[in-house]
Antibody
Framework: QVQLVESGGGLVKPGGSLRLSCAAS????????MSWIRQAPGKGLEWVSY????????NYADSVKGRFTISRDNAKNSLYLQMNSLRAEDTAVYYC???????????WGQGTLVTVSS | QSALTQPRSVSGSPGQSVTISCTGT?????????VSWYQQHPGKAPKLMIY???KRPSGVPDRFSGSKSGNTASLTISGLQAEDEADYYC?????????FGGGTKLTVL
């Protein structure tokens, strides 16, 4: 079955960096756009970034532009999110999701918690 | 990249119908037929319930339906069941990015 498993979350100090990973299985990873979506504790969902199937196109929410970089390795069926210059407001559960550019995210991984605190 | 507007909460009794609204602008909801809805139970990942305004993925009960008029999309849940109690989020394509609503907590009385 289609499965997405995130990893790499943890506690990091403000200004620090973290790299999240998402391992995909059960579908042809290289055929799909992929996205990162986050949810701050007790808050709603916020789209973070997407990447096209061949990595040709990427885009970011204004809140992370210039600090986060999305990438993928189709040979490893893996999606990544490099997060630099982290701020307290980046604290959230980060989900990866298989995407169709028409705002369709299905399925989602179980999420990985990133906590930015001194 | 402003969030779409949803009511903070709605409620209904088992068997009744409820409708959750999602208001955006002509740059997102009103500009494209690309609105999706997600159900999220506490501590769980969101689940796709509706996409492309009114299409249901396989496995989603036909009690869930979606529609759109102008800049406002709606999710209607008929024949409410206890397991429908959850948070619901709308989402819209907006050209180069995607925007979510703030979420609506559905309580089944």
């Amino acid at each position: 079955q289609v499965q997405l498993v995130e990893s790499g979350g943890g506690l990091v100090k403000p200004g620090g960096s973290l790299r999240l990973s998402c391992a995909a299985s059960g579908f042809t990873f290289s055929d799909y756009y992929m996205s990162w979506i986050r949810q701050a504790p007790g808050k709603g969902l916020e789209w973070v970034s997407y990447i096209s199937s061949s990595s040709s196109y990427t885009n970011y929410a204004d809140s992370v532009k210039g600090r986060f970089t999305i990438s993928r390795d189709n040979a490893k069926n893996s999606l990544y999110l490099q997060m630099n210059s982290l701020r307290a407001e980046d604290t959230a559960v980060y989900y990866c999701a298989r995407s169709v550019l028409s705002a369709r995210f299905d399925p989602w991984g179980q999420g990985t918690l990133v906590t930015v605190s001194s | 990249q402003s969030a779409l507007t949803q009511p903070r909460s709605v409620s209904g009794s088992p068997g009744q119908s409820v409708t959750i609204s999602c208001t955006g602008t002509s740059s997102d909801v009103g500009g494209y037929n690309y609105v999706s809805w997600y159900q999220q139970h506490p501590g769980k990942a969101p689940k796709l319930m509706i996409y492309d305004v009114s299409k249901r993925p396989s496995g989603v009960p036909d009690r869930f339906s979606g529609s759109k008029s102008g800049n406002t999309a709606s999710l209607t849940i008929s024949g409410l069941q206890a397991e429908d109690e959850a948070d619901y989020y709308c989402c819209s394509y907006a050209g180069s990015y995607t925007v979510f609503g703030g979420g609506t907590k559905l309580t089944v009385l």
